[in-house]
Structures are given as structure tokens and as C-alpha cells.
T-cell receptor
Framework: AQSVTQLGSHVSVSEGALVLLRCNYS??????LFWYVQYPNQGLQLLLK??????LVKGINGFEAEFKKSETSFHLTKPSAHMSDAAEYFC?????????????FGSGTQLTVLP | GAVVSQHPSWVICKSGTSVKIECRSL??????MFWYRQFPKQSLMLMAT?????????EQGVEKDKFLINHASLTLSTLTVTSAHPEDSSFYIC?????????????FGPGTRLLVL
């Protein structure tokens, strides 16, 4: 069964500092992994996804994530935090259920950016 | 591209009434749509998966008679909360996967906040 674990339900960084949000996965097959961002009272927006091509994936808004099979990790990073990055971030893994591919989400990490 | 809309964005209703929420894929054909429920400060809980033209598949613990899902076309799915009660108050989010969604990429709607009085 596929699952993801997000370490740290809350992360605070100063504006301009490095952002690192952790995600570890468990999968018996090569996984498809995703990072989504959710702003208050909104749906989820796709930041980036890993689909077994390049291990370093670049997404929108300056975010990137690196797939590390040896560490079963897919951590999300951004070199310099901006106030507008404050949001909830979800890591997800795709799994097959019947004829559909479903997403299993982590518990989420709330990112706070301090001025 | 890959825009999903939901309507209404928020709704307040009286206990015992039914509420319908629409989910539309605006610029792609959604072969599969998903309905989630999200409680405050929590992750998304998958309620059901629906494929166009067939019955929805509900997750364990979700009452199919209470949460009616219809996926009548490749661009529209509806969730009807029947005989709503205050405990049904929540944030409901839909997502859609297109024909090229073999990797499982889902595109999410903006959500509908339901408050049952």
C-alpha cells in the first residue's frame, strides 16, 4: 500500500530563508508523488509532481523537490521564502484503486513566514 | 489549462434540507472525478470516486444514500447532501482527472463550504 508521512505539522521560517518541508513515502512500486498547496478557504493547487523522469522536479512559485529512492523521500524546498508562501502544503502519492488512480495525502504542513 | 470550478462556493441551509454541489472541468474532459471532505486543520478525506456514466465508488464509512454523486457527463459531477444535519457541515472539495491522467494528477476545485443550521 502506498502512503506518505509529512514530518512537522507546522514550520516557521523567516522571509528570505530556506523553506524545507519533509515528506517520506512508502510504496511497493515506483511511486508518482505530488506536492499541493492550499491557501485558506481554497482548493488545492498543484505545485509539482514526480513521475519517474528527472529526480529533481521544479514546480511553480520557485519550489522544487528531489526524489530520493534510497531515503524514500520527496522533500519540498524553496531557496528564499516569501510572505505569500504562507499556506498549507500537502504531499501525496498516487495509488491504483480499481480502474482509477487515487491520491493518498499526508497530514499536511502549515508553513508560516515571519517578516 | 486544467481548471476545475465548484458551485456554490458556500452554502447555508436548514437541517433536513438537501444541498447540491456542482463540480465542473472547464477546459478538459474529466473521465474521473473525486469528492473529498476536509475538516478544519485536517487533511483531505476521500469520500468517493466517480467515473462518467457509471456509479460512484464510495470509501468505507461514507453513506452512499446520504451523499449522492452523479457524473452525468465528462465535464460535470454533482454531490447532493441529502437531509443535511449540522454534523455534515464541512468543506467539500472536488477534483478531476483527465484522459491523460494516467499518473494520477488531480486538479482541484476551489471548494464549497457547507454550514447546516
Amino acid at each position: 500500500a502506498q502512503s506518505v508521512t509529512q514530518l512537522g505539522s507546522h514550520v516557521s521560517v523567516s522571509e528570505g530563508a530556506l523553506v524545507l518541508l519533509r515528506c517520506n513515502y512508502s510504496s511497493s512500486v515506483p511511486p508518482y508523488l505530488f506536492w499541493y498547496v492550499q491557501y485558506p478557504n481554497q482548493g488545492l493547487q498543484l505545485l509539482l509532481k514526480y513521475t519517474s523522469a528527472a529526480t529533481l522536479v521544479k514546480g511553480i512559485n520557485g519550489f522544487e523537490a528531489e526524489f530520493k529512492k534510497s531515503e524514500t523521500s520527496f522533500h519540498l524546498t524553496k531557496p528564499s521564502a516569501h510572505m505569500s508562501d504562507a499556506a498549507e502544503y500537502f504531499c501525496a502519492v498516487s495509488r491504483t484503486s480499481g480502474s482509477a488512480r487515487q491520491l493518498t495525502f499526508g497530514s499536511g504542513t502549515q508553513l508560516t513566514v515571519l517578516p | 489549462g486544467a481548471v476545475v470550478s465548484q458551485h456554490p462556493s458556500w452554502v447555508i441551509c436548514k437541517s433536513g434540507t438537501s444541498v447540491k454541489i456542482e463540480c465542473r472541468s472547464l477546459d478538459f474532459q474529466a473521465t474521473t472525478m473525486f469528492w473529498y471532505r476536509q475538516f478544519p486543520k485536517q487533511s483531505l478525506m476521500l469520500m468517493a470516486t466517480s467515473n462518467e456514466g457509471s456509479k460512484a465508488t464510495y470509501e468505507q464509512g461514507v453513506e452512499k444514500d446520504k451523499f449522492l454523486i452523479n457524473h452525468a457527463s465528462l465535464t460535470l459531477s454533482t454531490l447532493t447532501v441529502t437531509s443535511a444535519h449540522p454534523e455534515d457541515s464541512s468543506f467539500y472539495i472536488c477534483s478531476a482527472t483527465g484522459l491523460a491522467g494516467g499518473q494520477g494528477t488531480q486538479y482541484f476545485g476551489p471548494g464549497t463550504r457547507l454550514l447546516v443550521l
